[in-house]
């Protein structure tokens, strides 16, 4: 089965259960996605959208963010695109592992760290026009 899902929103975190309810429906309607991995789903769409609205406010650009939203029986992915100023991703900081006490001296930061953690792939492209974050979630293997 396969379900494409493509959404335009105004900057405005407002939205984010409309998408949450929209990509959690999508990935439910592949019966191989459990409610774990689409919770996951769920949780780094909300830090991608923060993220890009964030960037919206902070330069002050009213463009709307993008979201697109793929499910197959292999694979969920998720592509979120702002208008943002863009950034260079290579100065996200590697945080302590979660289980790390020195990790509780992070208070911000941790969104990107927390998508890496819980996709099997995680992109992030970002220039003057914008940024653009891939997420990949694999389909559990089912056992027979």
Known sequence: MFTHAKMVIPADTSHLAFVRTVVSEAAALNTVFDEEHIYDLTLMVTEAITNAVKAHKEAAISAPVEIECRITD????????????GFDPNTIPKLPPVESPERLNHESGLGFALMEMLADKAEVRSGPDGTEVSLVLYAPTREP
């Open 74 to 85: 292999k694979q969920a992915s998720l592509v979120i695109h702002d208008r943002g100023t």
